[in-house]
């Protein structure tokens, strides 16, 4: 299949182009949030680049639209409106944002025509959806293997625009976890968090925002990962952390719960619990290397890339008039597949 899709997520971006389909990402001169490309990102030959201007002129089995606006931008772009008269699917990776969450209508929730995908079950719950189809399809990772060490005394941290962010992403809890150890933090925009935190030198070591081959080798490195995030669909970072073998310490928030097992490290909202066992696995290397190696069992074959591919070929199908009458019963049922 031919599918349109903007470079909106990276990460997320990294394990789609694995399929085995032809993935046309829209380009312009400015290279910005509309035609970005590949980014200079390590894709597969099958993603190419097309031109605003040539889209027009492709032939487009399906669009994945991942902002309201990609609606009336394609239409303009292709001349063939979303749902109606191009197969479409939209893609959720966020949470409800502002407003009364719970009651947080979702912008296509009067579309019966356009099924929304969420990345997670979370996502689903809080997002209200009207009348649209919805499914489920979690995360799946490109396998970076086994790269802990531990050998750094340290917490590792991944955090984009921690201070523009601070409590959505925890940021305000980090000088608690600094007091135990220093944090190598990784990320855009944490060139800023020395200023905003004002932590004792050594406390915060700052890795800034490294491309993914780089930090998978730097991050697995740390005794631990920790994930501060109040506010989160589920951050890529974590589910990368449990494939490298990391142990993990998690705000018990969103989708965390349902990430991470109890032997892979610690899940609470009791953040002196999580405190306390990273203390521990600061102070017994074996004992973090065992909760590794089962945080990353458990993402192997939760959050696999073949899994998560396979869900999306079986999604595109329905949607783009292929048969699949397994789906097309799921949906109707408002299962997962």
Same mark, same amino acid.
């Given at each position: 299949m031919k599918? =349109?899709?903007? &470079?909106? &997520?990276?990460?997320?971006?990294d394990s789609f182009v694995h399929g085995p389909h032809e993935y046309l990402v829209p380009v312009n001169?400015?290279?910005?949030?509309?035609?970005?490309?590949?980014?200079?990102?390590?894709?597969?030959?099958?993603?190419?680049?097309v031109?605003?201007?040539? =889209?027009?002129?492709?032939h487009i089995d399906v669009v994945v639209l991942q902002r309201p606006e990609e609606l009336a931008e394609v239409h303009r772009l292709t001349g063939r409106a979303p749902g109606s008269e191009l197969p479409a699917v939209f893609l959720e990776h966020n949470t409800p944002k502002s407003g009364n969450v719970p009651n947080s209508v979702h912008p296509l929730a009067e579309r019966s025509d356009i099924p929304i995908v969420h990345v997670t079950h979370f996502n689903r719950l809080f997002w209200d959806c009207g009348r649209a189809r919805t499914l489920v399809i979690e995360h799946g990772i490109v396998d970076p293997g086994y790269q802990y060490t531990g050998t750094n005394p340290t917490l590792g941290v991944a955090i984009n625009e921690p201070v523009r962010r601070w409590r959505v992403t925890g940021t305000d809890l980090l000088p608690g976890f600094?007091?135990?150890?220093?944090?190598?933090?990784?990320?855009?925009?944490t060139k800023k968090l020395p200023e905003a935190l004002q932590l004792p030198e050594g406390q915060l070591i700052i890795r800034g925002d490294v491309n993914p081959a780089q930090l998978h080798g730097m991050l697995g490195q740390a005794r631990a990962y920790l &994930?501060?995030?109040?506010?989160?669909?589920?951050?890529?970072?974590?589910?990368?952390?449990? &494939?490298?073998?990391?142990?993990?310490?998690?705000?018990?928030?969103t989708e965390a719960f349902r990430?991470?097992?109890?032997?892979?490290?610690?899940?609470?909202?009791?953040?002196a619990e999580l405190q306390r066992t990273a203390r521990v696995l600061l102070n017994d290397p074996q004992e973090a290397v065992a909760r590794g190696r089962a945080a990353r069992e458990f993402a192997l074959k939760h959050y696999g890339l073949q899994r998560f591919l396979t869900r999306w070929d079986t999604v595109l199908a329905e949607v783009g008039d292929v048969r699949s009458t397994q789906l097309a019963e799921e949906l109707t049922e408002g299962s997962t597949p």
């Open positions: 599918i =349109l899709i903007w &470079h909106v &997520h990276g990460g997320w971006m001169a400015q290279r910005d949030a509309w035609g970005l490309g590949t980014g200079g990102r390590d894709w597969p030959a099958s993603v190419r680049e031109s605003q201007e040539q =889209l027009a002129e492709e600094a007091q135990i150890a220093p944090l190598e933090v990784y990320g855009i925009g &994930h501060p995030f109040r506010w989160t669909s589920l951050g890529l970072a974590l589910l990368e952390a449990m &494939h490298l073998g990391m142990p993990v310490l998690a705000l018990g928030a990430a991470v097992p109890p032997e892979a490290g610690m899940v609470s909202n009791d953040v």
